[in-house]
Nanobody
Framework: QLQLVESGGGLVQPGGSLRLSCAASGFTLDYYSIGWFRQAPGKEREGVSCINIRVGDTYYADSVKGRFTISRDNAKNTVYLQTNSLKPEDTAVYYC???????????????????????WGKGTLVTVSS
């Protein structure tokens, strides 16, 4: 059974950093694209960053470009999201999702509602506040 588990969220002051982890079990990441999404209170879920594991293509939403970095550790079957220079508006529940068919990282992040993800994690809460 495909399963994703997020971790690494927490309370951080503005300007701080967190490294979020998305650990996969039941499948290997090699042939999947993995995306990080977030949903703030009262707002719709949005794509933050996506990566195609096989070719290494990455995508970042404009709101996080230059501050967040997505990466993977194939040996640990885990995808990371390094979040730096955090702002209060980054406060949200962060989810990761996996999609096997090649749809392109921009589509996975920007049009994820048009596709059926193979798995979603339950999320990890990031709160940016002083």
């Amino acid at each position: 059974q495909l399963q994703l588990v997020e971790s690494g969220g927490g309370l951080v002051q503005p300007g701080g950093s967190l490294r979020l982890s998305c650990a996969a079990s039941g499948f290997t990441l090699d042939y999947y694209s993995i995306g990080w999404f977030r949903q703030a209170p009262g707002k719709e879920r949005e794509g933050v960053s996506c990566i195609n594991i096989r070719v290494g293509d990455t995508y970042y939403a404009d709101s996080v470009k230059g501050r967040f970095t997505i990466s993977r550790d194939n040996a640990k079957n885990t995808v990371y999201l390094q979040t730096n220079s955090l702002k209060p508006e980054d406060t949200a529940v962060y989810y990761c999702a996996a999609h096997r068919a090649f749809i392109g990282v921009q589509n996975m992040c920007g049009r994820f509602r048009d596709y059926r993800m193979d798995s979603w994690g339950k999320g990890t809460l990031v709160t940016v506040s002083s």
